[in-house]
T-cell receptor, first 115, second 116 residues
Framework: EDQVTQSPEALRLQEGESSSLNCSYT??????LFWYRQDPGKGPEFLFTLYSAGEEKEKERLKATLTKKESFLHITAPKPEDSATYLCAVQAKEAGGTSYGKLTFGQGTILTVHP | GAVVSQHPSRVICKSGTSVKIECRSLDFQATTMFWYRQFPKQSLMLMATSNEGSKATYEQGVEKDKFLINHASLTLSTLTVTSAHPEDSSFYIC????????????FGDGTRLSIL
């Protein structure tokens, strides 16, 4: 069974204080790892897809990296508007049958950035 | 691009009522759509997957007669909660994906369902 564990559960930062969120995963064969941002009362907003170990993606103050066991979301010089819940999800390779590429989500990290 | 619209955003109704939630992909064709349920401070729980023109695939423990899913076109899927009861109160979120299965899912803004 695919499993995703995110840490920490909650993270409080001062504006400008860089940090990293962790996503550890267990999957039979990784097709893709996805990062999303979710604001309260809203649906998740897509950030990145990573497909293979060693891959990195960047968007503004965010940078996502991937190894064979985990992914990190690095936040450089965060601002209060970066406050949100960050979700990590994995998609397994389909070994016969049809799962239509469903995602398994972690519990999320609640990030709060204080001005 | 990749905008998904979900309607209504909030529903409050009496126990025993059936409620329909719509999910539309506005600027792309969604070959696959997904329906999730999210409890407070918890992550997304997949309820079912639907492909246009075929029957939905439900996750274990999700009652198909309770949660009716229709995916009649490449831009529209609906979830009907039949004879809703207070325990069905939750945040329901849909997502849509175009093309190949390793493409990202794009999510609607959810529907807050409250059954009195």
């Amino acid at each position: 069974e695919d499993q995703v564990t995110q840490s920490p559960e909650a993270l409080r930062l001062q504006e400008g204080e860089s940090s990293s969120l962790n996503c550890s995963y267990t999957v039979s064969g990784l097709r893709g790892l996805f990062w999303y941002r979710q604001d309260p009362g809203k649906g998740p907003e897509f950030l990145f897809t990573l497909y293979s170990a060693g891959e990195e993606k960047e968007k503004e103050r965010l940078k996502a990296t991937l190894t064979k066991k985990e992914s990190f979301l690095h936040i450089t010089a965060p601002k209060p508007e970066d406050s949100a819940t960050y979700l990590c999800a994995v998609q397994a390779k389909e070994a016969g049958g049809t799962s239509y590429g469903k995602l398994t989500f972690g519990q999320g990290t609640i990030l709060t950035v204080h001005p | 691009g990749a905008v998904v619209s979900q309607h209504p955003s909030r529903v409050i109704c009496k126990s025993g009522t059936s409620v329909k939630i719509e999910c539309r992909s506005l600027d792309f064709q969604a070959t696959t759509m997904f329906w999730y349920r999210q409890f407070p401070k918890q992550s997304l729980m997949l309820m079912a997957t639907s492909n246009e023109g075929s029957k939905a695939t439900y996750e274990q423990g999700v009652e198909k007669d309770k949660f009716l899913i229709n995916h009649a076109s490449l831009t529209l899927s609906t979830l009907t909660v039949t004879s809703a009861h207070p325990e069905d109160s939750s945040f329901y979120i849909c997502s849509a994906r175009a093309g190949y299965s390793n493409q990202p899912q794009h999510f609607g803004d959810g529907t807050r369902l409250s059954i009195l």
